[in-house]
């Protein structure tokens, strides 16, 4: 099986189970931990450690995990560790959110400038966008100085560049082409 297509099946069949359980709100907030969790070095060093015992493994997870997450994520890290799958851990997170997010109809949106923003500006930015694209978005602010002023607006797979870098490099291909 193509190692792609591995976190993507877990994830849907996870959420799948989530959404007919009427959890899905629950296992999301799980997914959001272990996305938090996936990026500590001791959980990779304990998923990518072939001389860690299978058993050993589990009962870490179980440990580590049990008191914070619902029984359906916790059933679902043993049946990865069970099966040499916890390397997927990541992959499975960060499928799910997608298909949580479409499911509930958010739209991911990043806004990057040349200035840090203020949680005011940001605030009417995000309102902005949702009153045009109709739909709950989910913003996020980056910082790039190289930008010089103005923004770039990425959503989804859309990309607005308002930057006067990308002024600058349209005249300058104007000013060569003639």
Not at 12 to 24: C, G, M, N, T, Y
Not at 41 to 64: C, D, G, Q, W
């Amino acid at each position: 099986m193509n190692d792609s297509k591995i976190p993507v099946r877990y994830a849907r069949a996870l959420f799948e189970s989530a959404r007919e359980k009427e959890i899905l709100d629950d296992v999301m907030k799980d997914m959001i931990a272990l996305q938090e969790i996936c990026t500590l070095p001791e959980f990779h060093f304990l998923v990518n450690t072939p001389v860690i015992r299978v058993s050993l493994k589990s009962e870490i997870m179980s440990l580590a995990l049990a008191k914070g997450l619902h029984e359906l994520t916790l059933s679902l890290m043993d049946l990865l560790i069970r099966n040499g799958r916890e390397q997927y851990i990541g992959g499975i997170v960060r499928n799910f959110i997608g298909l949580y997010k479409k499911h509930k109809g958010i739209r991911s949106a990043t806004f990057t400038t040349a200035v840090a923003m203020s949680k005011e500006i940001k605030k009417d930015v995000e309102k902005v966008i949702q009153e045009t694209l109709n739909h709950s978005v989910e913003l996020e602010t980056g910082l790039d100085k190289d930008l010089i002023g103005g923004f770039v607006i990425r959503i989804d797979d859309l990309q607005y560049d308002a930057s006067v870098a990308n002024s600058l490099k349209r005249v300058k291909q104007r000013l060569l082409n003639q």
